[in-house]
Every structure is written in structure tokens, then in C-alpha cells.
């Protein structure tokens, strides 16, 4: 069956050629899924590089699953003790970061933004040094539409928010009135690059499953009540409305009496939604983290 979804061509871009690894780290914060799983059980998670896997295995069984098989290889190394690596998203943000300067930013300025841990704080700072008129407009070019053209297939934009600059500008000041700077590694790897220093993956990183498949082909033949906890990433940013359908239904089918779930989204909320949870998760990126019991999917 047709996996329906752009995440299948393994590439951002609408070119024909090698499947890539796209993330070299996730963007997600794993608490949100830590506070939402209960300890035990069997967790679903989309690969990705890792990251979420490696977080809850210490404390779930975890299947991880990728329909890139260049994605699943590289989740692989990491989960194997492999250092980062640098996918297409990081050549990105590289490429925004290297910009900073036009926008009128220092590196020092930023250093010192990242260390502050009072959140009112850190709200003056970003208004009086870093969401100055030069960001604010070379920002919201760069992730107009128009400029993401030069990147993205269209399936990757065709649910962004109108003037998605000054949405994902919003976000980001969400964040800095909600999170301390100084214990947020999600601050530091978007603004600067960089990320915690690798350390040995948990012992039990060994007992991941990895399985190469589309989340919905897998969880239909996967056997009924048996997973616990699913957490998706936002693999339906980009896929068609029939792949929603048929992903949730297989997620149904397989979910536990109780099971929770978690998707994401680069879109905005279509109306008031008391299951997001997108101003908790400190990687501030988000419109939706939706986390609900997975038999209301």
C-alpha cells in the first residue's frame, strides 16, 4: 500500500535522488513524553535520530520505528554509542545562523541570553537585543513560503500558518517566558548549534527495536492492545488526509486500554485545543503537542 506521506521520498526537497538523513538530533523535548507515560509498558516511537528512543528506554520497552532507511541506519548509530551527525535540517539552521550578524546579533550577546534563568528576564533581553527590526524582517523572509521554496517539497508547507515567521518568532518568545535559558539545551542547539556533550547511551539502549516501515503499515500488522504509549513526531506534517485516517485507526487498533498518545505539528491549532501541550515542550518549534489518550485519535 502507498505509504501517501512526503516523509517517503526520504529528502526535504522535490528532487529525485538519495534517500538522506534528514535530522542529526531531534527537536522535540522528551519530559513531555517522560510526564505522559506512566513507567512500564510498550512504547512506539518514529526513529528520527534517536533521540526519543534513548530517553524513554530506560524506563519503557521501545520499538522505533522509520519509513527512511538512511534515517533508521543513522538512529541506529546513535543508538549504538555513534556521535551526532549533521542531516539536512542542521544544514538549515547552519545556513540561518550564519545570518546572525546581518540581524544585528552578537555571538556574545547571545552566550549571554542563554544564560539567564529568569524568565521575565530573558523576555526583556530578546526585546531589547534580539527581536530587533533587522531579525524580525531577514526571519521573516527566510521562512516565508517563498523561501522555503528553495528547500522544501511542497507537502512540507502546504499546512504552515500564514506569515509563519512571525508564528515561529511567537513561539520562540513563548518559550523564553515560560523555560530558563540556563537549563534548556534545546535553547542552545537552535540558537548556536550546539548540543550536550555525548555521553554512553543507557545500558538498556541495547534492548531498542528498530524497525524500517511506515508508522501505520507497521502498527496494523502489529498485534492488537499492545502498545502502551505511542509518540509520533509530526509525520502527518506533510502527509495526505487518508494517511491521518488510516495511521489513527491502526493506532487505535493497537493501542492498550489507556494509552496515551503524543503528535506534533509545525501547523497551528484550528481552534481551541485543551490537549496542546506546544508551550511546555521547550524546543519551542511547535504550533501543536498534542498528547491525549490514543483511543480519541
Same mark, same amino acid.
Given at each position: 500500500?502507498?505509504?501517501?506521506?512526503?516523509?517517503?521520498?526520504?529528502?526535504?526537497?522535490?528532487?529525485?535522488?538519495?534517500?538522506?538523513?534528514?535530522?542529526?538530533?531531534?527537536?522535540?523535548?522528551?519530559?513531555?513524553?517522560?510526564?505522559?507515560?506512566?513507567?512500564?509498558?510498550?512504547?512506539?516511537?518514529?526513529?528520527?535520530?534517536?533521540?526519543?528512543?534513548?530517553?524513554?528506554? +530506560?524506563?519503557?520497552? $521501545?520499538?522505533?520505528?522509520?519509513?527512511?532507511?538512511?534515517?533508521?541506519?543513522?538512529?541506529?548509530?546513535?543508538?549504538?554509542?555513534?556521535?551526532?551527525?549533521?542531516?539536512?535540517?542542521?544544514? $538549515?539552521?547552519?545556513?540561518?545562523?550564519?545570518?546572525?550578524?546581518?540581524?544585528?546579533?552578537?555571538?556574545?550577546?547571545?552566550?549571554?541570553?542563554?544564560?539567564?534563568?529568569?524568565?521575565?528576564?530573558? $523576555?526583556?533581553?530578546?526585546?531589547?537585543?534580539? +527581536?530587533?527590526?533587522?531579525?524580525?524582517?531577514?526571519? +521573516?523572509?527566510?521562512?516565508?513560503?517563498?523561501?522555503?521554496?528553495?528547500?522544501?517539497?511542497?507537502?512540507?508547507?502546504?499546512?504552515?500558518?500564514?506569515?509563519?515567521?512571525?508564528?515561529?518568532?511567537?513561539?520562540?518568545?513563548?518559550?523564553?517566558?515560560?523555560?530558563?535559558?540556563?537549563?534548556?539545551?534545546?535553547?542552545?542547539?537552535?540558537?548556536?548549534?550546539?548540543?550536550?556533550?555525548?555521553?554512553?547511551?543507557?545500558?538498556?539502549?541495547?534492548?531498542?527495536?528498530?524497525?524500517?516501515?511506515?508508522?501505520?503499515?507497521?502498527?496494523?500488522?502489529?498485534?492488537?492492545?499492545?502498545?502502551?504509549?505511542?509518540?509520533?513526531?509530526?509525520?502527518?506534517?506533510?502527509?495526505?488526509?487518508?494517511?491521518?485516517?488510516?495511521?489513527?485507526?491502526?493506532?487505535?487498533?493497537?493501542?492498550?486500554?489507556?494509552?496515551?498518545? $503524543?503528535?506534533?505539528?509545525?501547523?497551528?491549532?484550528?481552534?481551541?485545543?485543551?490537549?496542546?501541550?506546544?508551550?511546555?515542550?521547550?524546543?519551542?518549534?511547535?504550533?501543536?503537542?498534542?498528547?491525549?489518550?490514543?483511543?480519541?485519535?
Amino acid at each position: 500500500m502507498t505509504a501517501a506521506t512526503a516523509w517517503d521520498a526520504g529528502r526535504f526537497d522535490a528532487k529525485v535522488g538519495p534517500k538522506r538523513i534528514l535530522f542529526g538530533r531531534m527537536y522535540e523535548d522528551a519530559e513531555i513524553e517522560r510526564a505522559a507515560f506512566g513507567p512500564g509498558g510498550r512504547v512506539f516511537c518514529i526513529a528520527s535520530a534517536g533521540c526519543i528512543a534513548l530517553s524513554l528506554c +530506560d524506563r519503557h520497552e $521501545v520499538v522505533a520505528c522509520d519509513i527512511n532507511p538512511a534515517q533508521l541506519a543513522y538512529a541506529e548509530r546513535r543508538i549504538a554509542g555513534g556521535a551526532i551527525e549533521v542531516g539536512a535540517a542542521e544544514k $538549515v539552521m547552519a545556513f540561518g545562523r550564519r545570518l546572525m550578524p546581518l540581524a544585528g546579533w552578537s555571538p556574545d550577546a547571545v552566550r549571554v541570553f542563554l544564560s539567564l534563568e529568569d524568565t521575565e528576564e530573558q $523576555v526583556v533581553f530578546w526585546r531589547d537585543h534580539l +527581536d530587533t527590526w533587522r531579525f524580525r524582517s531577514g526571519f +521573516d523572509a527566510l521562512m516565508s513560503v517563498t523561501g522555503l521554496r528553495a528547500v522544501y517539497a511542497p507537502e512540507f508547507l502546504a499546512f504552515l500558518p500564514r506569515r509563519f515567521g512571525a508564528v515561529l518568532r511567537a513561539r520562540m518568545e513563548r518559550c523564553w517566558a515560560h523555560h530558563p535559558n540556563a537549563t534548556n539545551p534545546h535553547a542552545r542547539a537552535l540558537l548556536l548549534g550546539e548540543t550536550a556533550e555525548r555521553t554512553a547511551p543507557p545500558r538498556e539502549a541495547s534492548s531498542i527495536g528498530l524497525v524500517l516501515a511506515d508508522a501505520a503499515s507497521y502498527l496494523e500488522s502489529a498485534p492488537p492492545r499492545s502498545f502502551h504509549a505511542f509518540t509520533l513526531s509530526n509525520i502527518l506534517d506533510g502527509a495526505a488526509a487518508s494517511y491521518r485516517a488510516r495511521l489513527f485507526a491502526a493506532v487505535r487498533r493497537a493501542a492498550a486500554p489507556d494509552a496515551v498518545a $503524543v503528535l506534533r505539528s509545525f501547523g497551528e491549532p484550528a481552534g481551541p485545543m485543551a490537549a496542546n501541550q506546544a508551550e511546555r515542550d521547550r524546543s519551542m518549534l511547535w504550533g501543536i503537542v498534542d498528547v491525549r489518550r490514543a483511543a480519541e485519535l
